[in-house]
């Protein structure tokens, strides 16, 4: 995705070539976005031309597969040695700092001892914020198949006894279906529900409002919602706190405009939220697409602006610690206007 | 867990203190591991003195429940400032190489321009290798929930009319005990038992021998087995092929003794082997823990020795490509002598 937009960034900068690893178990972010290849290997950008993907020879199948059309298989020879035969008279050379270890940093720079080395990680997030078309389809689908899920698991949540229960009918579905989870779920019954990152327990169900916070991927790209609802019976109270949080998301959303401050989306919501607002205690949002966390940030502090085709959520939530919790999030994509892409209803269900 | 050790480490080194730092999605091995805690933050372990963990508020609850005892929860500062404020003066410091990305490193050195810094993963790695009492129990569990899924899981297996379906099952099982799983279950059936890794699929499950490889996370810690079984029927020169492997994993887990060298125990696995062992084509097993592949490595290059206390894989197998394969796993503690943990009949069923 958006390798000539890189390029031009990379002659800008006169930088001759980009170097992105991809060691661990997991593809790192930046690698698959411009490979849509999950195994191991290297992948060389140069300032133009076609990019080259390395790879071992036990994912030769997986690596022809991908976006990148040039690849070389790696027959015995070591990564890097790899690396440096394509890139070794680089004089300035991008490096990805946000995904390489330290320690595998310094192994790649030895390979390079003349060359200056850049860090090209926030270019290449920023380059992510931007969607495609075919990104967006991907990111719609992954929407699509968290509904569908979440509808079903909800219609058969009288049958869950335990937390845990319920997360395992949302990840079980999503794995029959040949989908990946990029968390896992999060249902939070009665005062867990104050915890914004509870993991799923397997004792009883606990009366009162429940968090259920879940996504799939498709096709390596994310959706992301959470829904509250009740079980048993909802205090008055804890629903007019409800409904005044739906409001509140309802309008942060709909305020999303181009170029216009992810922190005065923030502010917003902070404002509206008025005596609650010091129990709203994380960020409002993020981007969302090879990652579940990604840019733009919407948070107090975030230096970043709406685009048009940035993809990300509107997750407010309230939180009264051992008490109760609610949080309502939505995955939005910023088209002309900002377009709800989760649609399970937002109206307190009660089970 | 094993604190003080470290701490005497660091005095050894003259290391001031050692700051782990977590921020990923996943929490870092190491970080993880003195804290028991899976949000984000920081850790400070000073030479000498309890550890401190700096937590976002959002994490408050989780982060109090730790093991670290002192908990510091940041209003609004950045993570990093918090950091400087408490160990500011520090002249040497210990930093995670294996864990922290090039960009945190450099952050994180700013915080500390006047300071040295040294690698301390390989250390934390090595302490890794030898479990509490807490940690041994909680592998004991981890082996016991394992066996109990794997066990139901034999007992359903004629309803399985795919790969995908058993490995969705074990999975699925896991989820609903609220376990989380250390990889993707492998189960691979025919001639797909040749490859060591292969993703379960969707066609119908194929006759002949079938590799099953599972484990599940207990508080974090993990199981790790492997079981062949028979599907239909198993040609008899296969089925002795098997009880020769049987046999091989007995001996290699029997043969762990204290001090002795791991690549030892290899070397056994091949002799034993004999014509078989050019399809031996993987590491015979590997340390378990907070990570499903840790040290010791048992491989013949390994450096590493047995120790007492360790929790180590012993996995031999034979694959014939395109024909068949057998893998036999048991999860494994050096107590006074080899115990075997996973205990999941290996006499050869057939289904």
Redesign the interface.
């Known amino acids: 995705m958006r390798v000539k937009e890189f390029q031009a960034f990379l002659q800008e900068k006169k930088v001759d070539a980009s170097i992105l690893v991809s060691i661990g178990m997991e593809p790192d972010p930046n690698f698959f976005y411009f490979t849509g290849y999950e195994g191991a290997g290297a992948l060389i950008i140069p300032q133009s031309g076609r990019p080259l993907l390395l790879a071992p020879k036990m994912e030769q199948e997986r690596a022809r597969k991908s976006r990148i059309k040039s690849v070389k298989i790696l027959e015995k020879k070591r990564l890097f040695d790899s690396v440096r035969e394509h890139v070794g008279r680089a004089k300035k050379i991008g ?1 990805d ?7 595998a ?2 192994a790649l720079r030895k390979s390079f001892r003349k060359a200056r080395t850049i ?1 090209v ?1 926030r270019k290449i997030r920023e380059l992510r914020t931007i969607k495609t078309m075919e990104e967006i389809s991907y990111i719609r689908r992954s929407c699509r198949e968290a509904d569908s899920i979440l509808q079903q698991c909800l219609k058969n949540f009288r049958e869950f006894r ?4 319920a ?2 009918f949302l ?2 579905e999503a ?2 279906r ?1 989908l990946d989870v990029p ?2 779920p999060i249902v939070a019954s009665g005062k867990h529900a ?4 509870h ?4 004792t009883k169900l606990n009366k009162g409002l429940c968090v259920i916070d879940f996504g799939v991927k498709v096709k390596g790209y994310c959706s992301d919602m959470t829904r509250t609802i009740g079980i048993g019976s909802v205090p008055p109270a804890q629903r007019k706190k409800y409904q005044k949080l739906l409001g509140v998301q309802q309008q942060a959303m709909a305020s999303a405009t181009d170029a216009m401050k992810c922190s005065l989306i923030y502010d917003g919501v902070i404002r509206a939220l008025g005596k609650d607002a010091p129990y709203f ?2 960020g409002l949002g993020h981007g969302i697409g090879v990652e ?2 990604e840019l733009p940030n919407l948070t107090i502090s975030s230096i970043d602006r709406m685009q048009k085709s940035m993809a990300f959520t509107v997750e407010p939530g309230i939180y009264y ?1 051992k008490k109760f919790g609610i949080r309502i999030e939505d995955s939005v994509l910023l088209a002309t206007r900002p377009e709800q892409l989760t649609k399970t209803t937002k109206e307190l269900i009660i089970i």
């Open positions: 490096m700092g946000s995904a390489l270890a330290l320690n940093a310094k860090d990680s335990t937390e845990s229960e997360a395992a990840q079980h794995l029959k040949g968390f896992r104050s915890m914004s990152h993991a799923p327990q397997s205690t994380h579940i966390h610690p």
